[in-house]
C-alpha cells in the first residue's frame, strides 16, 4: 500500500498521469529520438511507477469501500480509509485485532489457497451486485412492498 494513497490522492494521481504519459511515450515513435541514458531513465521511471501505482491506474475516484486481507500488514490502507469514512470489509486472524474494520471476515489471512477463496467469493459477490443493479437500473417499474400492512 503507497502511503497517502486515499488521504493524499491528488498527489498520487499526479503519478498515475505520469505513468499514463510514459506509456504513451513508449507507444508512439517519439521515444527512438532520445539518447540512451535518456531512454534508460525512463525505463527506469516507468518501471517504478509501474511498480507502485500500476494498479490504480485505471482508478478514476476514491473506492467506495476497501477490501483487505491482512489487518496488520495494510494498517496504513485501513487507517486511511477510516479518517475518509470508506467501509473496510477485511479477512482478520487471530493475530491482529479487528479495530477500525466495518466488517470483519474471520479466517487465515497467511495461507494462499483461503486468500484465493476469500478472493473469488467477493469477487463473485461484486459481479453478482453490478449484474442485479444493471437489471434493476434497466426496469422502469420499481415495486415498493410496505411494510405497514
Known sequence: WLG???TNYRTVRHSVDRLVSLEELFASSKIERLSKKERQGLVREHAKLARSVGGIKEMS???DALFVIDVGYESIAVTE???LGIP?????DTNNPPDGIDYVIPGN???IRAI???LSAAAEAINTARSVGRAAA???FVEVVDGSA
Request: no cysteine.
Open 81 to 83: 480509509a477510516g479518517k
Open 116 to 118: 484465493d477463496l476469500y
Open 138 to 140: 434497466t426496469d422502469e
Open 109 to 111: 489471512d497467511d495461507s
Open 88 to 92: 473496510v470489509v477485511a479477512v482478520v
Open 4 to 6: 497517502g494513497m486515499l
Open 61 to 63: 475516484d476514491r473506492p
